[in-house]
Each structure stands twice: as C-alpha cells, then as structure tokens.
C-alpha cells in the first residue's frame, strides 16, 4: 500500500468548505492507499507525477513518483509517497495547475 499524506492548510481547506461532507472527501483522497493508480495523470515534472481526483465540481491535485508509479507493480508499492497538495473548483482549474507546475518547477517536491 501507499501512503498517502494531505498538507495541513488542505486539511484545514477541506475542513472549512466541505463541513460534515468533509468525511466522504477524506475517505476517497485516502482511497489512494489502496488503488494509487486512480486519477487523471496531468502531466510529470521531472520525475515528479502530477495527478487530479474529482469530487463533484472540486478538484484535488496530488504528486507522486512518477515512475514508481508507472513502472511496479500494485502489491510492490509499499514504499510509494502520494501527497495532496491543493484543492480547485471547475472555474480555477487551470490556474491551480499551473500554480503546483511552477512549485515544482522552481523547488521540487520540497516547495509543499
């Protein structure tokens, strides 16, 4: 299995909007544990994966190792680092994306 790791300002994100619901969208970002192939690949930034989850008209955009991701096997990623960094709705989506490419672009993986 995966590990999968949501930021604190998420977390808090999260919490604020989604309110009681905020149950259900936790359960499907920690759903990547157990299937981490799930979401729509959006691009790789080095070696680097950027990925979205859809829950109603919001997106949850997550990054992991790319190739660990491509390449082994499901029973095999035991050592396997997805980490969800940020949240959009439909309207700023783009932007959200651009925003996580130039962080990763500019610090890596550490810039989160």
Do not use: H
């Not at 999968?4 to 998420?10: H, Q």
């Not at 759903?31 to 690949?41: A, D, Q, R, V, Y």
């Not at 949850?60 to 969800?84: A, H, P, Q, R, W």
């Amino acid at each position: 299995m995966a590990k999968v790791i949501i930021s604190e300002k998420l977390e808090a994100e999260i919490n604020k909007k989604f309110k009681k619901e905020s149950v259900r969208v936790f359960n499907l970002l920690y759903s990547l544990e157990k299937n981490p192939k799930k979401g729509k690949f959006l691009g790789n930034i080095g070696k680097i994966a950027l990925k979205e989850l859809r829950y109603k008209v919001f997106r949850f955009y997550f990054i992991t190792d790319g190739f660990k991701l491509k390449v082994l096997d499901e029973s095999v990623l035991t050592d396997l680092l997805i980490k969800v960094v940020r949240m959009s709705d439909k309207k700023d989506q783009q932007k959200t994306i651009d925003e996580v490419k130039d962080i990763l672009k500019r610090f890596g993986e550490r810039g989160f």
